[in-house]
T-cell receptor, first 114, second 115 residues
Framework: GNSVTQMEGPVTLSEEAFLTINCTYT??????LFWYVQYPGEGLQLLLK?????DKGSNKGFEATYRKETTSFHLEKGSVQVSDSAVYFC?????????????FGAGTRLFVKA | NAGVTQTPKFQVLKTGQSMTLQCAQD?????MSWYRQDPGMGLRLIHY???????DQGEVPNGYNVSRSTTEDFPLRLLSAAPSQTSVYFC??????????????FGPGTRLTVL
């Protein structure tokens, strides 16, 4: 079945450091891939997405490229801020099943120190 | 637009009690879903609906019922609460049921504790 694997956290960085959060997936078809972010005490919100191979999603300085050959969708940011402290979820939605069952990774908590 | 709203924000139940978590959206979205969030496990799909009158099971449906009588509302019922149902519950919606590229919009969550 479909699955998403994320690097375990927590990840602790100093302000202005480079961020990478790894995400790999298993899917039978051609899924759409998402990164959602959850700030403390809130629901999830979309950070970025990519819907086909080699697409790059970007938002608020974050980027991720849909790599079909390595089944990966790693999240990167060149210079993190304290306000980026949150939990980040990688997710996939499989078009073969109508995308009705989105699969989420376990989440990676990021702490950014001033 | 209020987006996706959930009530209550917090709830404490005793084992065996029943209750309904409310979810509503005002965006005329076709698709609605319920997830539970547990530490180290991410979000797991409980039930989903692709339109009024149509629901189906997700990954972890046991102990939960849903119905969708209107486009706007998608309540989640716990039939007989158990400590294993202690979790944070999120409702989500997206515009088009059968479009996997659509973004999901999440409510603020309900934190449920079962004693």
């Amino acid at each position: 079945g479909n699955s998403v694997t994320q690097m375990e956290g927590p990840v602790t960085l100093s302000e202005e450091a480079f961020l990478t959060i790894n995400c790999t997936y298993t899917a039978t078809g051609y899924p759409s891939l998402f990164w959602y972010v959850q700030y403390p005490g809130e629901g999830l919100q979309l950070l970025l997405k990519a819907t086909k191979a080699d697409d790059k999603g970007s938002n608020k300085g974050f980027e991720a490229t849909y790599r079909k050959e390595t089944t990966s969708f790693h999240l990167e940011k060149g210079s993190v801020q304290v306000s980026d402290s949150a939990v980040y979820f990688c997710a996939l939605s499989d078009g073969n099943t109508g995308g009705f069952k989105t699969i989420f990774g376990a989440g990676t908590r990021l702490f950014v120190k001033a | 637009n209020a987006g996706v709203t959930q009530t209550p924000k917090f709830q404490v139940l005793k084992t065996g009690q029943s209750m309904t978590l409310q979810c509503a959206q005002d965006m005329n979205h076709e698709y609605m879903s319920w997830y539970r969030q547990d530490p180290g496990m991410g979000l797991r799909l409980i039930h989903y609906s692709v339109g009024a009158g149509i629901t189906d099971q997700g990954e972890v449906p046991n102990g939960y019922n849903v119905s969708r009588s209107t486009t706007e509302d998608f309540p989640l019922r716990l039939l007989s609460a158990a400590p294993s149902q202690t979790s944070v519950y999120f409702c989500a919606s997206r515009p088009t049921a059968g479009l996997p590229t659509d973004t999901q919009y999440f409510g603020p969550g309900t934190r449920l504790t079962v004693l």
